[in-house]
Nanobody, 114 residues
């Protein structure tokens, strides 16, 4: 399983970005796709999860601002991020978990600053 994130960049507070995670390879029929954020000097933290069955969960800090979604036809998972704040700055990683293991992308940097 290979994951490639894209869509990061520099944005002003209150702005929006949409991250993409392109998934290739053989993923099991039951899986989770997670987005994690790692701020400088901090541990990697879970931001949002979408289950193969459709269940979605968010970290409290992003509820109402971030939306995770899936394009099944193209095997892409998106993270729409609205009303961004400086504390959303960090490297964002896509993670897939299935019966075969846990897979990570290389990350995409999001910087929220004036």
């Amino acid at each position: 399983v290979q994951l490639v994130e894209s869509g990061g960049g520099l944005v002003q507070p209150g702005g929006s970005l949409r991250l993409s995670c392109a998934i290739s390879g053989s993923v099991g029929s039951t899986f989770l796709v997670n987005w994690y954020r790692q701020a400088p000097g901090q541990v990697r933290r879970l931001v949002a999860t979408i289950h193969s069955g459709g269940r979605i969960t968010y970290a409290d800090s992003v509820k109402g601002r971030f939306t995770i979604s899936r394009d099944n036809a193209n095997n892409i998972v998106f993270l729409q991020m609205n009303n961004l704040a400086p504390e959303d700055t960090g490297e964002y990683y896509c993670n897939v978990q299935d019966a075969g293991g846990s897979y990570w992308g290389q990350g995409t940097q999001v910087t929220v600053s004036t």
